[in-house]
């Protein structure tokens, strides 16, 4: 099974509105609510992929109880979430459907007590003599201290379990410094981490911060990869219509799939993009169109670039 | 005891924000998380008035059992809700306190089953054999019929209990025929039911519409209300500044109390007016300042007009 860490759950609502004006009273037209965080992203992807995946981190209170409720019916997906004294977080999106855009509200997260932490620990541990790979993902809630995913990152290395880490600022630099087999950085988060704007000369450098792997989002561009096997850019064949919302977790599922299959560097990658764009187009927000997949997958485009 | 009924209760959320800026990303810098809809918001100002109140109406799921848990410690309020099996719905109030004001995402609630609505029937006739005077109060949730308020008008009535009601639209227009004791519209809602923007005209033309009194509010401005012993306009002595979110929760607390009391309409109308004042001038949406309310009643000015 494939193990992802999410340490910041949400209840992510969605509301569609006609359209978004600030100082009025809108009635919300349709709503939704999903399972949400980063790695519970990721590991419906990978469930739904075929993937057995094991969702572990905190969930508490009446939005976590739905949290859970959300995520039991789905196959292939096991909640191995640790109870939280303090309520999950809500993030909401709203759609205005006029404009075709969306405007993005995050709660700041629950405090999670030292006992709390303690519990997910012995959790993690126990849950990694289990797991082909771990994906560490998403923000750290208030109480978990910045160095928490190097120390994740430590216990899995020291597990022999390979772990992909996938998050930003301070907890990201910490990190990678701890030596994970994967960091997926956007564009932003690596000039964050690197302080250059560069792609090609920031993944390099983050590689050698101490990541084996780094493969950087560049958006509708697709990935660019440095990797043991040289440097890698993967791109879609043209621009792809839709909802960039989960865009980046499919990556990480894609990325996470071909890490536990050891696949060729340039499958993964092509995989990856192609995931991607099969999550942009689908028309459910974090969701993948598999026919789009299968589309897409041969007509990526992967070039070995000269570091 | 005072019955309040809300069908469409919600979960109330606030978030606070430097600045709303549409298709942009925000961490919310505050949230907070109170029970809602009309008539729990003037059962817990009437509870603070130190009157024994009752609370019913539907709550479901998650958002119910929450706006249950937040009413369970409050002193004077005992809860009465019929449970439904779909979930409450919630709303959004997003404070911009760049700009100081609110921007309300309301949803539009759940589907209240037959059976529900039967069960609610049943509780409503059983509470009202203990009940001083009831309010029924907001919008009716889908799944109940439009004629629903002048049902329960008619149930009030028959059992001998003043009712009060404040609601909008075609249930307004069939509750006011079934001869409420009271109805308390804002300017909008009258129009709305007498077409015209005449305060006035309007209010006297809703009572002949078969209410025994109407109060009208009228904002900053104060009420008007036709009543049995003629037409009375209160106004308090100046501006006050404030939220004005649950002044209109305010005044019908105060109409109520001073129902159950059979005061003086002068008195009524003064006590609701310096309620709703001192809800403005609360820094906390839908509570009162006692302060400002003891300050105030002295100085609103009452007069009684020739019809």
């Keep these: 099974m494939i193990l992802t ?13 006609p359209a978004l004006v600030p100082h009025t009273s809108h009635r919300v037209a349709r709503s939704a609510e999903r399972p949400g965080g980063k790695g519970v ?44 004294e303090a309520a999950t977080r809500r993030t909401l999106a709203v759609v205005d459907t ?15 007590a030292p006992d709390e ?3 997910f620990r012995a959790r993690y541990a126990e849950l990694l003599t289990g797991a082909a790979a771990v994906a560490l993902c998403g923000s750290l809630p208030p109480g978990v201290h910045v160095g928490a995913y190097a120390d994740l990152v430590r216990t899995a290395r020291a597990a022999g379990v390979p ?10 630099r910490r990190g990678i410094a701890a030596r ?10 690596l000039a964050g981490l690197t302080g250059s704007r560069d792609p090609r000369r920031a993944t390099q450098d983050a590689r050698r911060r101490g990541a084996h792997a780094v493969v950087t989002s560049l958006g509708p561009d697709g990935l660019l990869a440095a990797t043991p096997d ?6 879609p064949p043209g621009p792809v219509h839709g909802n960039p919302t989960g865009a980046g977790d499919s990556a990480v599922a894609a990325l ?12 993964r990658l092509a995989h990856a993009v192609a995931l991607s764009a099969a999550t942009v187009a689908s028309p459910v927000a974090g969701e993948y169109d598999p026919a789009v997949l299968a589309d897409l997958l041969p007509k990526v485009r992967v070039t070995q670039e000269t570091p």
């Design 5 to 17: 860490v999410t340490l910041n759950t949400a209840l992510d609502l969605t509301y569609e509105v």
């Design 41 to 84: 992203n990721v590991a419906r992807v990978l469930a739904a992929l075929g993937h057995e995946t094991v969702v572990t981190g905190f969930a508490g209170g009446p939005t976590g109880d739905r949290l859970r409720e959300l995520l039991a019916p789905l196959p292939r997906l096991t909640d191995a979430l640790v109870r939280t």
């Design 98 to 112: 006029g404009a075709g855009d969306t405007t993005q509200l995050n709660e700041t997260g629950a405090t999670v």
């Design 117 to 119: 932490w303690t519990a």
């Design 163 to 172: 772990v992909l880490l996938d998050t930003s600022g301070e907890p990201l």
């Design 180 to 189: 994970p087999d994967l960091v997926k950085p956007n564009a932003d988060e």
């Design 230 to 235: 040289g440097l890698w850019r993967a791109a």
């Design 256 to 267: 996470l799939a071909g890490l536990v299959a050891d696949a060729p560097w340039p499958d």
